[in-house]
């Protein structure tokens, strides 16, 4: 992305923002319930980048957060509490369980803390499923109430739309600030080499438990807006498959990649609506697709760009480099 | 008590057949470096493949070898050239969450292409119960027993007594030096592909009977599967298998001692213990790091 002109990119920028406020205006309820749920899923998806693409740290358990904010959400505000405490208490829920989470990330890396964190993401599961107590059981929790934000009903689509536009815009806005602060700095060194972090002074436990709970924090907010979105939860969409959604969303988009989880989540949520006419062959497209992109393109789609302003950017270097030098035999 | 010794002996039948699925997953982490989150649907797939030859009108037991040598040209074969060849040398989790992809495209084409229902399928053993010691014990409980047992004591026999299952060793645990001394790597590792196949439809042909051919049952399948190599060693052959026959004996006294609503929390709690405090597993030896 470095290869545009900054004034070139923040213009891209504001007419991507423009449409995603003034497109959807005479969208149908159904189009409004995807993007919806598309700017949810990238919120989980940000979070999961921070933890896995920014900090290196493996975790199937993106899901399970998703949930953990969508019932926390769901049971406040049905007895009548507002959204912004129920997103409060979502995140500090999730933020708590996650930084609990990554201790078993200090005594083990890769493979194994992704089956901590599966077998953790299960165990979520079979909590929201058996507690009927707290949970509502198989049944779930129905008629979860929509906001109103500034004195306004966010009860028809639209209005509720830009809530979870407006929630993205400040996450992304958090995360982009977060990951050009040292705390990002130090997650990079985390990911790249973590034994040279600590023998450079970061504190390596500190930010690999920061970076899970950042993360899950983040998966909570989204679950937090998926539960009114909704307006109905029961624990089935909150089992293991939409944590490997999350995880795919992310490598597929380019982990580590500031963009990455919005196209990812643009791919995961809007691609099957347009592969709807192949029935119900859409899953199975999905699945090659995400493979042969991973073979030919490993850190997802914008690796493949990444990787093409590179090599533009060697080429026009080299360019440079063959006139300097032929400048400077000249005036030899 | 003689609901105990019913548990046990239930327990170790299926406890074998995640030991079976545990061994080949282990088997391709240790040649390939592959961890293959599409294992509980490589079980799943053979018993419908199995389905469709009989389907198209052959006996039950050429559609047994013929959904063998199918698992083992698709499962291993197109598995190994097709996937996990280009994605190797990207390195451990782009191939991992490729094979979930790849999960995700076996569930759902069985699930369009057969059905998205149940489907029955015979069992190669008699149903019915024997007397053993004054208890009752179901024939198939035993037969897939022993059918387990053998394909263990077969593939161990191959990998520590032939000189085949030495290169195969040699290849997983230096590829560098085998093949300095002339070990086609290359080969070894298709074969522990093969073998894989070999494995997964054997303990589908075992388990699809006890369980019913689905769609969507690799997911259970495939997480015993994880647990039982982990818990009992990634990698270790023998760690595998003992982790399997573990995790099924806990899973069926869990079934009736713990709450059935939290059965399964039983082995991931095991695990999760295991990962924490002995990361190698129970009979696993510890990996070095690399700096």
Redesign the interface.
């Known amino acids: 992305m470095t290869g545009f002109a900054k004034p070139l990119k923040i213009a891209l920028g504001l007419a991507v923002i423009a449409a995603l406020i003034v497109v959807p205006m005479n969208f149908n309820r159904y189009g409004l319930f995807i993007l919806s749920q598309w700017a949810v899923m990238t919120i989980a998806a940000m979070g999961l980048n921070l933890t896995l693409g920014y900090a290196g740290q493996?975790s199937l358990a993106q899901g399970a957060f998703v949930g953990i904010g969508a019932y926390a959400a769901a049971i406040m505000t049905t007895h009548g509490w507002p959204l912004p405490a129920a997103i409060a208490v979502a995140i500090v829920l999730s933020f708590a369980v996650g930084w609990v989470l990554g201790y078993?990330a200090l005594?083990?890396q890769?493979?194994?803390l992704?089956?901590?964190t599966?077998?953790?993401s299960?165990?979520a599961f079979?909590v929201f499923?058996?507690e009927s107590w707290l949970t509502g059981g198989i049944y779930g929790i129905s008629n979860i109430p929509r906001p109103h934000i500034f004195g306004i009903a966010t009860n028809k689509p639209l209005p509720f739309y830009y809530v979870c536009l407006g929630s993205l815009a400040i996450v992304s806005l958090a995360v982009w600030w977060l990951i050009r602060s040292p705390w990002g700095r130090a997650f990079i060194a985390l990911r790249e080499n973590p034994?040279r972090a600590q023998s450079l002074g970061v504190d390596t436990r500190r930010y690999t438990l920061m970076a899970f709970a950042i993360g899950s924090a983040l998966g909570g907010v989204a679950g937090a807006l998926y539960a009114p979105l909704t307006q109905y939860i029961d624990p089935v969409p909150f089992n293991?498959s939409l944590s490997?959604d999350l995880?795919?969303m992310v490598?597929v988009g380019g982990a580590g990649f500031y963009l990455g989880p919005f196209l990812g989540a643009m791919i995961a949520v809007l691609l099957p609506e347009w592969l709807r006419f192949t029935e119900?062959?859409y899953?199975?497209l999905?699945?090659?697709a995400?493979?042969l992109l991973?073979?030919w393109s490993?850190t997802g789609i914008l690796g493949i760009l990444d990787r093409y302003m590179a090599a533009r950017r060697t080429k026009a270097a080299s360019a440079l480099r063959a006139v300097a030098k032929s400048r400077l035999e000249t005036a030899q | 008590m003689s609901n105990l010794f019913d548990l046990l002996v239930a327990g170790l039948a299926t406890g074998a057949i995640y030991a079976l699925v545990a061994v080949g997953f282990t088997l391709l982490w240790q040649t390939s470096q592959t961890i293959n989150f599409a294992q509980g649907e490589f079980v799943m797939l053979p018993a419908f493949l199995m389905l469709a030859v009989m389907h198209v009108g052959a006996p039950f037991w050429l559609a047994i070898i013929l959904g063998i040598l199918l698992s083992m040209i698709l499962l291993g074969l197109a598995f190994k050239m097709l996937l996990v060849d280009p994605m190797m040398r990207h390195g451990v989790l782009p191939l991992a969450i490729a094979t979930m992809a790849l999960a995700i495209g076996i569930k759902e084409a069985v699930k369009q292409f057969f059905s998205a229902e149940a489907s029955p399928f015979p069992s190669i053993v008699p149903t019915g119960d024997i007397s053993v010691l004054g208890h009752a014990i179901s024939l198939q409980s035993i037969g897939v027993l022993v059918v387990a047992i053998l394909a263990v004591v077969g593939l161990t026999t191959l990998l520590n007594r032939t000189s085949l299952g030495h290169q195969m060793q040699a290849a997983a645990q230096n590829p560098t030096v085998a093949r300095i001394i002339g070990v086609p790597v290359e080969r070894m590792i298709l074969l522990t592909f093969l073998i894989n196949a070999f494995l997964v439809a054997l303990a589908s042909l075992l388990i699809t009977p006890i369980y019913l051919a689905k769609f969507s049952s690799g997911e259970v399948l495939g997480q015993a599967a994880f647990i039982a190599a982990i818990v009992g060693g990634f990698n270790q052959v023998r760690g595998a298998i003992a982790g399997g026959l573990l995790i099924g004996v806990l899973d069926n006294l869990a079934a009736s001692y713990v709450s059935t609503q939290y059965r399964a929390a039983v082995p991931l709690l095991v695990l999760i213990i295991v990962i924490l405090f002995r990361p190698q597993g129970l009979l696993g030896r510890a990996e070095e790091r690399t700096v």
């Open positions: 493996v078993p005594r083990v890769h493979h194994y992704a089956f901590v599966l077998a953790f299960t165990l079979l499923r058996n034994l293991l490997l995880l795919m490598i119900g062959y899953l199975m999905y699945a090659i995400v493979m991973l073979i490993p």
